[in-house]
């Protein structure tokens, strides 16, 4: 990698923006609002802890299906950037957990917090500030959840809504990049 352009780029057509793990969030979240729906809210929270688990690999295949590299260049240093934010962000899992013991909706609405800040640092990743917006409407959809009362089912079902929504959008910016330069 020659500067941070060039990594940037790498990281964004590698991903497809970055959508496909979007799109793949927003589906685990509402597979949880399912489980919590149709069982318990136990249900609901442990869905999300072990989907969760599968969102990187999951993407990656499907990346892969729709013809997309589905990986980033073994140089490119943002990688490791991508990595330390996944650490980061499954080290904040167990205090999210921790307050389900207090009110179950507050899990999911400390987890929507969590993603939060992990998408802000997309940002940088992918070069988009797009992910500044996804971050912060997160961030504040949590807050006003949690101001609001409202419960998790609600909490799960929006934050899936605006992930698969938010997704659908980056990737459809990704595939008219991809008309646009050939």
Request: proline content about 2%.
């Amino acid at each position: 990698m020659q500067n941070l352009q060039d990594a940037q780029h790498d990281m964004r057509d590698g991903y497809a923006y970055g959508s496909i793990g979007i799109i793949v969030s927003g589906l685990v979240w509402f597979v949880s609002f399912l489980a919590g729906y149709f069982y318990s809210s136990q249900h609901a929270i442990w869905t999300l802890i072990i989907g969760g688990m599968f969102i990187y690999p999951l993407g990656t295949l499907i990346e892969k299906l729709l013809g997309h590299r589905g990986g980033h260049d073994k140089a490119n240093p943002l990688g490791n950037l991508a990595m330390e934010g996944t650490i980061w962000m499954i080290m904040c899992i167990p205090l999210a957990y921790g307050l389900s013991f207090i009110k179950t909706e507050w899990f999911f609405q400390g987890m929507m917090m969590i993603i939060a800040g992990r998408y802000l640092t997309f940002a940088s990743i992918y070069g988009m500030r797009l992910y500044w917006g996804l971050g912060a409407l997160l961030g504040l959809s949590a807050y006003g959840l949690f101001s609001m009362g409202a419960g998790d089912f609600t909490s799960a079902l929006t934050c899936g809504i605006i992930e698969m929504v938010f997704g659908l959008g980056v990737y459809v910016r990704f595939r008219n990049t991809l008309a646009n330069e050939i």
